[in-house]
Every structure is written in C-alpha cells, then in structure tokens.
C-alpha cells in the first residue's frame, strides 16, 4: 500500500505473506495478543512495514495509529516504527507521526545511484533519500536506512558509494538486503532474458563481511542482513541472496580472516615445528564457536589448509566480548606439558578485506 509504483525486484504480497492489510481493528487484536503471550513490550516496537506508510490515504494511516495507541507507554509497548518512502516523509506528515507516538522511521533507499534507482523504478532520487533523512532527524525521530545488494545494473562501485552515502547521513540503524529474485517480478524477467546477471556469492558476502566491521565502526546498528520471508515466498524465488542465516556466513568469513592472518604470521614455526603441534587453539565469546568452526565446518577446513592440516580446537571464554578471538599454538614438551605459542588476540570486526576466502 501507499507505493505509487511497482519496483523492478517488488513482490510485496509474497514477502508480507498478506493478501490485504489488516483492519484498524485486527491491529489493536494483535498488539492486545502479543502483551498477554508474553511479549516484553518494553523492549519491544510496533511495526507497520510492507509499503510506504506514510503515503497511505492519511485518513487509513491514522486509523492505523489510532488503534494502537491503547498499547504504548506503561506496560505496552515502547514506540512506533514504519517503513517508507524517501520522497513520502513531508513536515506535515513528521508532525503526525509525532503525535501518535512514532518512534523510528526507515526509508528504503536501496541504492545512492541515481542510475541504479531509474533501471530498477524506484521514483525517487538519492537527493530524496538525503534531504529526507536531515528532515527526519531534525524531528527527532530515530533513522533507518534500507540498501539493496545487487539490484539491476548497480556495479561494484555503485555498492560502494551507496553504503559511503548512507553513513555519511549518520542513521541510528540500517538494513542491508542482498538482492533476492521473485518469480513475478520485473527483475525475474530481467533475470529469464539473461539480462540481469546477479553479482558471485563470494562477492556479496565480501560485500558484506566488510560493510557489518564499517557499521560497527561508525557505530550505527546493522539490525537485519538478508531478506526475512514469509510463508510462501521461498517457492517464488527464482535467484539471488537468499539464506536463513545470511549475517552468519558474513560474520563467518571475519573469524576465517583473523585465523588466515594468524596463520601467515607464524608461517615458520607451523612449518618448523609442524610435528610438535598438537592443536592450535581459538578462544572466542560465549556463543561465537559455531562462527568461528563455520558453516558446515568451512572455516575448520579452509584453517586446516593455512596450517598444513593442524587441528583446531575452539574453546568459549565468557570473559571474552562479541567478536574477540585468541589464537595459539598447543605443543607437548617431552613431560607431556602442554605450552601456547605465538598468542594473538584479534578483534574480528576490525578485520577488513575478506576477499578470497
């Protein structure tokens, strides 16, 4: 609803899983269902996606904020966060958000190319999405923005300047959505006719194995990587980037990084002492081992191949935050004491440049 025309990679319907929205009253339902299942409200938003909510009949978009006005504040739930358009976000719009409670906005940028936006039929400019975001920000609202990887004629440099741009604006937080091909669509004609080939696999995850240590440089909260689908929509798609557990292939490829430039700084003593070794050791945070072994045990692998096939024991420390990896070497002396070689410790969101693994 409210999009004034249909992109080239849009199949709204099959990625909300709606075939119409829901009532002013079917919302107060489910924003009353969720506080008695048990949702913590407090740390959780209500969330109008699916469209350009703000350039709905102004007279339905308050009809949908009205209904859940019930649910804010003391023991509901904390704000308001919609989705919309760049070029839908005028003054007078920003002061009704505000009234009703709305929190967080995004726009969906999906590229800083005004090239990239014509091929695909955004409608708007990357001046849009530029004057819109200063606007939102002025009215104190938080800002996300929303980039596309991939999208019809957008090229390696494109991806790059789009991300660039986006940080530039300073947006509290951003989505990055890998491009992901629907049946129905004009970008899956595209792709039948052979006239969109999509970007390699090992690219876009480069892509965006380097753009999470960016955002969490610039300290901007990247809160979704990867297209979340709905029922329905897995059997429609025709191509393109979609995976359950995209962010971590990406994070993957960042301890894979610290390990291959652990291993080429101790090349020698693997190489000299390689019948002594008894397992080279990587210490990481609570919860980070299955990053650090990888997908289907790649990294564990790929790490055997840099280390002319040493073993890998992975170990979690909770003394340890997200992201920090030590690695040494184990070797047994003749009484059977076990002594660490060359430690490094390694912050894996510091590490750039992951192309080739």
């Not at 699916?50 to 006005?69: K, N, R």
């Not at 590229?111 to 849009?128: A, K």
């Amino acid at each position: 609803m409210g999009c004034p025309n249909m992109c080239s990679f849009c199949d709204q319907r099959a990625i909300s899983g709606e075939v119409k929205p829901p009532t002013p009253e079917e919302i107060a339902e489910q924003c009353r269902e969720s506080l008695i299942g048990g949702i913590d409200g407090k740390n959780s938003e209500i969330a109008f996606f699916g469209g350009s909510f703000t350039a709905i009949p102004e007279e339905q978009m308050t009809a949908c904020l009205e209904a859940v006005q019930p649910y804010l504040g003391s023991g509901g739930f904390s704000g308001v966060r919609i989705s919309t358009r760049p070029d839908a976000v005028p003054d007078r719009i920003l002061a009704i958000l505000k009234k009703y409670g709305v929190t967080a906005i995004e726009l969906g940028a999906q590229s800083m190319s005004d090239r990239v936006l014509l091929l695909n039929r955004r409608g708007h400019t990357s001046q849009d999405v530029r004057e819109a975001s200063k606007c939102i920000k002025s009215h104190g609202f938080s800002l996300g923005l929303q980039m596309m990887y991939g999208l019809f004629g957008s090229t390696a440099e494109d991806e790059e300047h789009t991300l660039s741009e986006c940080i530039k604006l300073r947006p509290d937080t951003m989505r990055i959505y890998p491009t992901v091909v629907l049946e129905g669509t004009h970008l899956g004609e595209l792709y039948k006719s052979g006239s969109y080939i999509l970007p390699s696999w090992d690219d876009m995850l480069t892509f965006t194995a380097d753009a999470i240590c960016r955002l969490k440089a610039e300290g901007i909260n990247l809160i979704r990587l990867g297209l979340h689908a709905e029922k329905g929509i897995e059997e429609r798609i025709l191509s393109g980037f979609y995976h359950p557990a995209l962010r971590e292939l990406a994070e993957e490829r960042l301890y894979l990084a610290a390990m291959k430039r652990w291993a080429e700084s101790h090349v020698d003593i693997l190489t000299e002492q390689r019948s002594k070794v008894t397992y080279i050791l990587a210490e990481v945070s609570t919860g980070d081992a299955g990053l650090a072994a990888g997908h289907g045990r790649a990294n564990r692998k790929a790490f055997a191949e840099f280390t002319l096939g040493a073993r890998l024991r992975i170990s979690e420390r909770n003394d340890f935050s997200e992201g920090m990896m030590k690695l040494s070497l184990c070797m047994e002396d003749k009484s059977g004491t076990l002594k660490q070689l060359g430690e490094e410790v390694y912050n894996v969101f510091k590490i750039t440049g992951t192309s080739g693994l």
